[in-house]
Nanobody, 115 residues
């Protein structure tokens, strides 16, 4: 089994920054893709960032230019630097990883951006 634990969420004012971390542990042998999803209140969970083992990144939607995803393969860690946060970024943020054709999820961390 693989466990993912997010940290770094919290309350921040609009225009501020937060850095989320995600630690993977357990049966780790070769992580293919790591990514982030978020779920705003009353909305479906949505994917917005991913990074391959080689470091290629992909961003979706309004986070482009504001959020940066990164990973440390040696430490099995994933990070999300979030700048210029806006109230619409509020939600529960989940890290994910793809290994051996199977997706794994963290429990989520709350990010709240006040106006």
């Amino acid at each position: 089994q693989v466990q993912l634990v997010e940290s770094g969420g919290g309350l921040v004012q609009a225009g501020g920054s937060l850095r989320l971390s995600c630690a993977a542990s357990g049966s780790i042998f070769s992580i293919d893709v790591m990514g982030w999803y978020r779920q705003a209140p009353g909305k479906q969970r949505e994917h917005f960032a991913s990074i391959t083992r080689g470091g290629a990144t992909n961003y979706v939607g309004s986070v482009k230019g504001r959020f940066t995803i990164s990973r440390d393969n040696a430490k099995n860690m994933e990070y999300l630097q979030m700048n210029s946060l806006q109230p619409e970024d509020t939600g529960v943020y989940y890290c994910t990883l793809l290994q051996g054709g199977r997706n794994y999820w963290g429990q989520g961390t709350q990010v709240t951006v006040s106006s």
